[in-house]
Each structure stands twice: as C-alpha cells, then as structure tokens.
C-alpha cells in the first residue's frame, strides 16, 4: 500500500504485505472506520494460509498485552503496534495523579510486534502506556 498527496507529491509505502505471516495479495477496497482506521483483507498468508484482516491507521497506534512477571521479578510486556515505529514504554503507579516516567524505548518491527522487558520490580502492579514521540 502507498500514500501520496493529490496532487502526486509526497509519494511512500505505507505497508509491505510480506506472506505469509501478514498476508499477501490485498483484495477488494479500504473500509474507513469509525475509528479513524482503514481496514481491508489479504487473499493468501495468514495463521491458515487463508488470508488476514488488516488495519491501517493515520497516527502510530498499540495495544499492550497483559504484562507478565517473570520468575527474576522483571516485567515482560509485549505489544502490537504500528510497524517499523519507535514508541516509548511509560509506567505510573496511579491513574488519580499520574506521573508517567519513560522506562524505555524501542520500534517495532515490519510486521508489529513490539517486546520490552523492564527493569527489576517488585511486583506488575501500576499503568503502562506506549506512546510514540
């Protein structure tokens, strides 16, 4: 997929459908959401060979997994992000006043997936978020 301005400037890839993981063969038209986001279907690669669904969207975006602590008390969380994007891990220990301190930052690769393991803790209790800069 690929992205330009009207009038023809600007031109860049926005998406590699690299099968089989991500999907290969892009089928039919982008659905804009209500969600800001573009989504379509592949014809092949998937889990099962079959195809997948993606979604594109305008500003960098993630989703954190449950965090897990790991048996030498560091936290490992693993993410799906943007692709090929930086974002930075931020941590607070309460929402009623939060105080977000940057722990660490990483890009994500081609296909996403995005895995940060934090420094020593005592516990998983607090917020994460991702942001991008």
């Known amino acids: 997929m690929f992205a330009l301005n009207t009038e023809g400037t600007n031109f860049g890839a926005l998406k590699f459908f690299t099968a089989p993981k991500d999907g290969a063969r892009p089928q039919g038209s982008l659905l804009l959401a209500s969600d800001g986001g573009f989504y379509g279907i592949t014809a092949g690669g998937g889990s099962g060979g079959a195809g997948t669904i993606f ?61 940060f393991t934090n420094t020593p803790m005592s516990t998983a209790d607090g917020y994460y978020l991702l942001a991008s800069p």
Do not use: C, M
Request: hydrophobic share 45%; charged share 15%; aromatic share 8%.
């Open 55 to 115: 979604a594109l969207f305008p500003n960098p975006r993630s989703w954190l997994k449950p965090p897990a602590l790991q048996t030498d008390k560091t936290l490992q969380l693993q993410a799906v992000a943007t692709a090929d994007t930086p974002f930075r891990l931020q941590f607070t220990p309460t929402l009623i006043k939060p105080l977000w301190q940057d722990l660490i930052t990483n890009i994500s690769t081609t296909l996403g997936a995005l895995e």
